[in-house]
């Protein structure tokens, strides 16, 4: 089986050259489940290289045939994926294409109107596919026992089977298979590489953001690994893969204050603190004064704080069920023992007003943070927020979802940006939410702080990641001239009065027009998750 990670944009867009490729976790536990039932695997990244008709015999050749293909799709990469299934299924009539993931777990319909999408896996796919590739080669059981996927009848109406428990130990997974991907860069010969120091140790989250789609997948779950497979991985990569900077990438990492504190003491009493810097992400209400020095002690250096919004009645509309004083005490907690804070911002929430988005330029500005990053909102099927504005005409779907995707993503090329933004609020227009977006960002960033992180540390939350002594490389600060120059340029560009601004991008990009400011007498009713849509059985 060979299990695909599809690209169709480079990781970083405009700056994909210097921002660090992280190992596409999905389709490795899928690829290190699948061997340790022995069965056969292999993996593609197509942030290495495309799938193309060309080149597709030689990456199959020594698999099993009729071939089957796994895609994790996100929604950023629905619209590659279905392109590739159909290029798959035209070089081999007679495979197997199966689509998982988050977007078709929300989506499975959508996935199977694709003539050749033959399955979609929804929710964890661990025990699912393997039961999905026992029947496909051994015939073993019947599709309806198979919980947790979705197919075509033989009448042609798609059927979706129960859903499938999550994992309760994730210990019960086996060991994640580093080498497959040090296999891949050698085969492709690319000149983009891993950088190998991120690490998963949980899954799931408690809270109830309406805009987050891990709750679609865990609902209110929270499950983690045992602190001392935490350590045997820690291990790994530091000794094994001479990483020094690691990113527990856990959407909170400091859910369970026992496990974290048992973890910090675990990392110490191993000695990694000597040899690794760790980066965690964490909500503000889950850092308090007794976790503090620990993750010093642990060496933990820096911390990502979603603060997402600077209101709280944005929090409540979100239903973040945090305050601003709470974000703002959580930056200054962190910054008391010395770390360093990486700040989250997202702009564009319904019935968000400029008042809203320049209090959080202001807070940011203020709690002077490591960096500071605004993005746009992205309402993913499957969230309540997706529901609350699926029909709205503010909601701007491109083709099969090829606009959702960050404007930071293309942080600064406002003049030649074509993609529309998924949503706008109607208290502003297109343009007035893409141009505050990159304007905040780049005053952000040319504070003096921020530009010796963003130019001299080796490694930050995954922004930017410069090679060994870069300002002594000819090529490379040429060609980091030539991406500066561009952005600052257009930066400037975003200085101008809106009023002038705008207008040329209107002429640049008629298309703008479409979602001007509006005066809206209705008042914002936001859908939540319910407990019911939250509630997962654990096996």
């Known amino acids: 089986m060979l299990l695909i990670h599809p690209a169709g944009k480079s990781y970083g867009g405009t700056l994909s050259d210097f921002i660090p490729l992280t190992v596409s976790m999905s389709i490795g536990v899928l690829a290190a489940q699948m061997r340790k039932n022995r069965y056969p695997a292999q993996i593609w990244d197509e942030e290495l290289a495309q799938i193309t008709p060309e080149n597709i015999e030689s990456i199959v050749t020594s698999l099993e045939k009729p071939y089957i293909f796994g895609i994790s799709t996100l929604t950023a990469q629905a619209s590659r994926s279905y392109e590739l299934a159909t290029l798959l299924k035209a070089c081999f009539p007679d495979s197997t294409v199966i689509l998982g993931g988050y977007h078709p777990t929300a989506l499975p319909e959508e996935a199977l109107s694709i003539p050749a999408v033959n399955y979609v896996v ?8 393997i039961e999905l590739y026992k029947y496909l080669r051994e015939g073993s059981s019947s599709l309806e026992s198979i919980r947790g996927i979705s197919f075509r009848g033989p009448d042609g109406s798609i059927r979706h089977t129960a859903e499938r428990a999550l994992i309760a130990d994730l210990d019960s997974l086996p060991d994640f298979p580093y080498h497959i991907y040090q296999d891949l860069l050698t085969d492709t010969s690319s000149r983009r590489k891993y950088d190998w120091g991120n690490i998963f140790t949980s899954r799931g989250c408690p809270y109830r953001c309406t805009y987050c789609t891990q709750r679609m997948m865990t609902g209110s779950t929270y499950r983690f690994k045992s602190n001392s497979r935490i350590i045997q991985e820690l ?8 990483t020094n900077q690691i990113f527990f990438q856990d959407d909170n990492l400091l859910v369970n204050r026992k496990r974290i504190a048992e973890l910090c003491n675990f990392i110490y009493d191993a000695g990694l603190h000597k040899k690794c810097t760790f980066t965690l992400q964490a909500r503000s209400d889950n850092l308090y004064p007794e976790i503090m020095p620990l993750l010093k002690k642990a060496n933990f250096k820096t911390i990502g704080v979603g603060m997402e919004v600077a209101t709280d009645r944005l929090n409540l509309l979100i239903d973040k069920r945090l305050t601003v004083q709470q974000n703002i005490d959580a930056v200054q907690l962190a910054k008391k023992y010395g770390m360093n804070v990486d700040l989250y911002m997202i702009f564009g929430f319904p019935s968000e007003t400029k008042q809203d988005r320049r209090a959080g330029y202001e807070i940011a500005k203020k709690l002077k943070p490591n960096l500071a990053k605004f ?68 005053l952000m960033i040319l504070q003096p702080h921020s530009l010796k992180t963003l130019l001299l540390s080796k490694k930050n939350s995954g922004l930017l990641h410069f090679p060994p002594y870069w300002y002594v490389k000819p090529t490379i600060v040429l060609s980091l001239f030539a991406l500066t120059t561009k952005l600052l ?5 975003t ?27 209705n008042i914002f009713e936001p859908k939540r998750w319910t407990s019911v849509s939250l509630k997962k059985s654990l096996e």
């Open 122 to 129: 929804r929710g964890e796919g661990e025990i699912t596919l």
């Open 235 to 242: 291990k790994f990569l530091i000794e094994q893969l001479n």
């Open 375 to 442: 993005t746009n909102i992205l309402p993913y099927p499957g969230t309540p927020l997706y529901e609350s504005v699926k029909d709205s005409n503010r909601l701007h779907i491109k083709g099969c979802w090829e606009n959702f995707r960050s404007t930071i993503a293309e942080i600064g090329l406002v003049l030649g940006k074509k993609e529309p933004l998924p949503y706008v609020p109607d208290s502003c227009s297109e343009w007035e939410l893409m141009r505050t977006i990159i304007r905040y960002n780049f």
């Open 489 to 493: 340029l257009n930066f400037l560009f």
């Open 495 to 521: 200085l101008f009065p809106l009023c002038i601004s705008e207008k040329v991008m209107h002429w640049l990009n008629p298309a703008l027009k479409e979602r001007l400011a509006e005066k809206s007498s």
